[in-house]
């Protein structure tokens, strides 16, 4: 016994003396997590806050030399809400517009995307490989070179007075064309995880399939559902390069964004910063709420809870 006790003792005291260094720099090493944190934090708010700051500055400079201008008010957003532009369209106008865009944009992602990505999933047919491969070349591609295309094949379509090209459903199509590869994989992706044996334990219950894929795919799918659904909406909300070019003609189809550009004028003197800055929040501003409404939905793992009941 004293043999094995001289043997264990330096081991013991060995393991004592690690420990014990591995203890030493933890608060530091929690210093410097913190200090970082911090860095980024004050990264990504300075520029909020200076914009901020431009926003209720009454002298309307470009470069605001102070976070606390003198004489702070809210004249330039009281101004962007009753005349936007120079033309004769409200902000109310605006906004449902771009609103309009956003939620048709991101629904027929992730209706069809969804649907796309089932079947990719789930399903065995020839030709998947090559579709797959084809989708990803699709995204890969720069948004630019489907516009012509776009341009032309939508120009062609016209019913009476009413034709696709210079419309928001136009408009719309054309982003969902360069969205719905996105989805399609990001969908895919997820539903990737979610087992079969769920699908197949609703068959046995005398589930259809397409019974199984609303009531157990759909609810577990969830997450990625609402990631694809912020995404769209963020398209839709902030669409500027197909919504200038189809829409060229009447300011009552202008979105937030084709207005707020508008507002730049050719020399920086020429630009009215506190306006232009008003604008700018309250067009970001649906983005951030859409995002914290969607938070629980994009942060939960409703698949751990599926395998666990």
Not at 172 to 182: H, I, R
Not at 223 to 250: H, K, N, S
């Amino acid at each position: 016994m004293s043999e094995q006790t001289a043997v264990i003792a330096p081991a013991v005291a060995t393991t004592a003396v690690a420990t014990r260094r591995r203890r030493r720099p933890t608060w530091l090493r929690q210093l410097l997590l913190q200090l970082l944190c911090i860095a980024v934090a004050i990264t990504v708010l300075f520029p909020v806050v200076w914009i901020v700051a431009m926003s209720v500055d009454p002298r309307d400079l470009s470069k605001p030399d102070t976070l606390l201008p003198p004489g702070a008010t809210l004249d330039a957003y009281f101004k962007v809400l009753q005349k936007p532009t120079l033309n004769d369209v409200s902000f109310a106008r605006l906004a449902v517009n771009s609103l309009f865009l956003a939620l048709l944009i991101s629904f027929l992602s992730v209706t069809l995307g969804v649907l796309a990505a089932y079947a990719l999933s789930r399903m065995k047919f020839t030709g998947r490989q090559v579709f797959m491969i084809a989708i990803l070349a699709v995204l890969m591609l720069p948004s630019v070179a489907i516009l012509a295309p776009l341009f032309v094949s939508m120009n062609r379509i016209q019913v009476g007075d009413f034709n696709l090209r210079a419309s928001l459903i136009g408009v719309a199509l054309a982003v969902t064309a360069f969205q719905l590869p996105f989805a399609i994989w990001n969908i895919k992706g997820y539903l990737d995880t979610i087992p079969h044996e769920l699908e197949e334990a609703a068959t046995v219950d005398g589930a259809t399939r397409f019974q199984a894929f609303r009531n157990v795919i759909l609810p577990l799918a969830t997450p990625v559902l609402a990631v694809t659904a912020f995404f769209g909406f963020v398209a839709g909300w902030t669409e500027f390069y197909y919504a200038t070019t189809f829409i060229v003609g009447d300011p009552q189809l202008w979105t937030l964004a084709v207005a707020l550009n508008g507002m730049v004028g050719q020399y920086a003197a020429s630009t009215p910063w506190s306006q232009f800055a008003a604008f700018s929040i309250l067009f970001a501003a649906p983005v951030m709420i859409v995002y914290l409404w969607l938070q629980r939905y994009i942060i939960s793992g409703l698949t751990i809870g599926g395998l666990k009941g």
